[in-house]
């Protein structure tokens, strides 16, 4: 009885693991409908998730070294200085007000929430940022 009862917790420990493994590469983003933007060396991806929760994907080419400055060059972005750098209010056409709201545009880098602002940001080449309307 306990011969039988290890092997079927090996099995599902050893199918556990092989679902894991297999899911794991489901998160990944296909960039092939990503529309480009700008021209230059560095190369990014960006999502832009609405208040309707609409998503859409670019691919930016640019010069620039910080993902604020190229995404504001790019007309893809504006906001005003704040104590912690730039305050993100507009996203593609899209404003949203904290003090109106109580949404907000929340940046992140490589799908993890960024410890850093936008205008700190360094480019790193194939990174994939987001901008996502929160409350």
Known sequence: MKKTF????????????????????????????????????????????????????????????????????????DGEDGPYGMYIKTVNGQTVDFDRDKKYWAFYIDGEYATAGIDRTEIKNGAIYALKVEK
């Open 6 to 77: 290890l092997l079927f917790l090996v099995l599902t420990v050893i199918f556990t693991f092989f679902a894991c493994g297999v899911n794991s590469g489901a998160n990944t983003l296909n960039t092939e409908n990503f529309e480009p933007l700008g021209t230059g060396e560095n190369e990014f991806y960006l999502t832009v998730t609405d208040t309707n929760g609409n998503t859409v994907g670019f691919k930016v080419n640019t010069d620039e070294d910080i993902v604020g400055k190229a995404l504001s060059s790019l007309g893809i972005i």
